[in-house]
């Protein structure tokens, strides 16, 4: 079984790549954030807390995020693997995503970090932003997200470093180009 990580700050491609690789290996895409958004767009009680956190750049408490992806985890067993994307984003939930791998005799395969300048990232966004209706895709918040990814989650580099799985990837070129990246690695795997 392959589980992968797209490890990566925000616009770095976590989920145009992601979008790729599912149908190229058959794999199970999570994205806690796509989840998020569907909650908020839902009304539910989970999506007005997490509301409050996704507007303003911050991330969700990890016991929301974590609830979120076991449950999601239980719901797609008969799989193939899964390509995390967005999730984990702090070292209390990488131990907890090992933890529940672990629990049902998997590991992680590889975490893939893709690797991309912040002028490059905040362009990219700003971009998005005229079109996606995503309410983080603003300058204010996305400086924002930076910031907080700097502090929370690029940490999981080094943590994953120590546990051998880490894989940098150069995440500018063409999404092929990028893709073509993964594909090599995915091949060792
Ligand atoms: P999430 O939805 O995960 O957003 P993010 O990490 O900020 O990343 P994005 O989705 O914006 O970017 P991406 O890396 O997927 O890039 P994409 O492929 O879209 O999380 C949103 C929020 O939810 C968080 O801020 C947090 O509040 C909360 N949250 C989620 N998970 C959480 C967790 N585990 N714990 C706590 N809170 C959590 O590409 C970006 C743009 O660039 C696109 O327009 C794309 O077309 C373009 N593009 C892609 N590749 C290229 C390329 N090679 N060249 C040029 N343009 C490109
Ligand atoms: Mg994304």
Do not use: W
Not at 80 to 90: A, H, M, Q, S
Not at 93 to 107: P, T
Not at 170 to 179: A, H, L, P, Q
Request: charged share 30%.
């Amino acid at each position: 079984m392959l589980n992968i990580i797209l490890l990566g700050a925000p616009g770095s491609g976590k989920g145009t790549q992601s979008d790729m690789l599912i149908k190229e290996l058959e794999l199970v895409h999570i994205s806690t954030g796509e989840i998020l958004r569907t909650e908020i767009q839902n009304k539910t009680e989970l999506g007005k807390i997490a509301a409050t956190y996704i507007n303003r750049g911050q991330l969700v408490p990890d016991e929301l995020t974590v609830d979120i992806l076991a449950h999601t985890l239980d719901g797609c067993k008969a799989r193939r693997g899964v390509i995390f994307d967005g999730f984990p984003r702090t070292i209390p939930q990488a131990e907890e995503l090992k933890r529940l791998l672990n629990d049902g005799g998997e590991d992680i395969s590889a975490v893939m970090e893709l690797k991309v300048e912040e002028e490059e990232l905040v362009r990219r966004l700003l971009e998005r932003g005229k079109q996606s209706g995503r309410t983080d895709d603003n300058e204010e918040t996305i400086r924002k997200r930076l910031e907080v990814y700097h502090a929370q989650t690029a940490p999981l580099s080094c943590y994953y470093i120590k546990e051998g799985k880490h894989h940098a990837i150069d995440g500018t070129g063409t999404v092929d180009e990028i893709f073509d990246r993964i594909k090599t690695i995915c091949q060792t795997l």
